[in-house]
């Protein structure tokens, strides 16, 4: 197997996960897969910086095998302790029995709590060093990002950065690093990971970068835990995060997200969608139950404003589209604008609640809602025609 170097002595020793297509307790799908990145430090001293899924912990050691006897690690660096990246760790200590676990103090409470190994474990906070030999490992502390126990790995001699989740992306491919690999496809997965996972945390994540870029810290490469290493232009992902965590550059643009039940509120949808093209207001409508959920998250990540509609059964909005706006509660959105619409039979709470629940989600509501009886009239659609016409001026 080809011997990927990311830096002088630092070799990937990952898995790719080619098949997997939900993540997260399938809140996330990953239709192009992912990868479980490791990183094997050679110096006087042996380094593995994270492992991989606990499935892929033979993949992992015979990797390593083809570089040291895995007995010789001397230190484990845990940056994280979802299973994703240390479900290997068991199989692991099995062999480097001598190793030193490493990692923040929450991060020794998590490990114990998965796995309750007896392992030899150093604490480490941020400003902690450790020599390899002629490398450096500098650890700095980067709690919900995206879990408390989380932390970033320096090595300085190679202005390699090592920063676990942050900067990755869900993208199986058998190229490793940027300059490699379609840009556009990059860039989507690389947003919609950030949507997904990493927006309610943005004010943290815009203090640690500020807290990175002010203490000096050179990059040369970016080798996160998931998917592509950034090594022709990292600060091209540093800078999309710094934007994405403003809240930047929002467009004037609108996803209408809805859920019918006997396709009274798709036609009120569709309507609405002609009066916002009509104004010259870009528009994309999803309904919620075809719709992939993740890809939804991604374009809020660039939409200025949210139209959500739903029928109204059992006094309350349709389980679907319940289920999407639980998720975007989540998310604590920022400089959005939105409203509700729907139809109903006899009672018609569906656009109360969720006008209600688009205020908690952080969301603006810039208009009254509309909503229609039974099957919507003629005269309906042409309210809705104006009522997406209206919503687009605002945009």
């Known amino acids: 197997m080809k011997k990927v170097e990311i830096a002088k002595n630092v070799f990937w020793v990952g898995a790719v996960d080619w098949n997997v297509r939900n993540f997260h307790g399938h809140t996330y799908t990953t239709r192009r897969g992912t990868t479980y990145n490791a990183y094997l430090i050679i110096d006087k001293k042996i380094a593995l910086v994270d492992t991989v899924l606990g499935s892929f912990s033979e993949e992992l050691i015979e990797k390593i095998k083809d570089f040291v006897d895995p007995s010789r690690i001397d230190y484990i660096i845990a940056n994280h302790v979802e299973t994703d990246h ?55 502390e980067a709690p919900m990002i995206h879990w408390p126990d989380s932390m970033f790995t320096y090595i300085p001699e190679e202005k390699l950065l090592l920063p676990n989740d942050a900067f990755g992306q869900h993208y199986a491919s058998t190229e490793r690093f940027d300059d490699e690999v379609d840009q556009c496809v990059l860039m989507d997965e690389a947003a919609k990971y950030y949507a997904n996972i990493l927006i309610p945390l943005s004010p943290i994540i815009l203090k640690k970068l500020d807290e990175v870029v002010k203490s000096g810290l050179e990059i040369k490469t970016i080798a996160p835990s998931h998917g592509i290493i950034w090594r022709k232009d990292p600060l091209k992902i540093v800078n999309a995060y710094i934007n994405w965590a403003k809240g930047l550059p929002l467009e004037k643009n609108v996803l209408l997200v809805y859920e019918t039940m006997w396709g009274a509120t798709e036609k009120m949808a569709k309507a609405v969608l002609e009066g916002l093209k009509i104004v010259g207001v870009k528009a994309k409508l999803y309904d919620i139950n075809a719709a992939d959920r993740t890809e939804i998250i991604k374009e809020i990540l660039s939409a200025k404003g949210l139209i959500i509609g739903s029928s109204t059964h059992d006094n309350t909005i349709l389980p ?48 009254p809602s509309i909503s229609a009886k039974y099957m919507p009239s003629s005269d309906d659609l042409k309210n809705c025609f104006e009522f997406g016409k209206n919503f687009a001026t605002k945009i």
């Open 320 to 367: 679907g589209i319940a289920g999407f706006l639980d998720f975007l509660k989540g998310l604590r959105l920022k400089n959005r604008i939105g409203c509700a619409f729907g139809s109903f039979g006899w009672s018609g709470e569906s656009v109360r609640i969720i006008e209600n629940i688009l205020k908690e989600s952080g969301v603006e509501v810039v208009q």
């Open 86 to 140: 240390s479900g290997a760790l068991p199989e692991i200590m099995k062999i480097a029995k001598n190793a030193k676990v490493v990692g923040t103090a929450k991060c020794k409470e998590g490990l114990y709590r998965h796995y309750y190994g007896n392992w030899d474990f150093q604490v480490v906070k941020t400003g902690d060093t450790i020599s390899l030999g002629e490398k450096t490992l500098k650890f700095i």
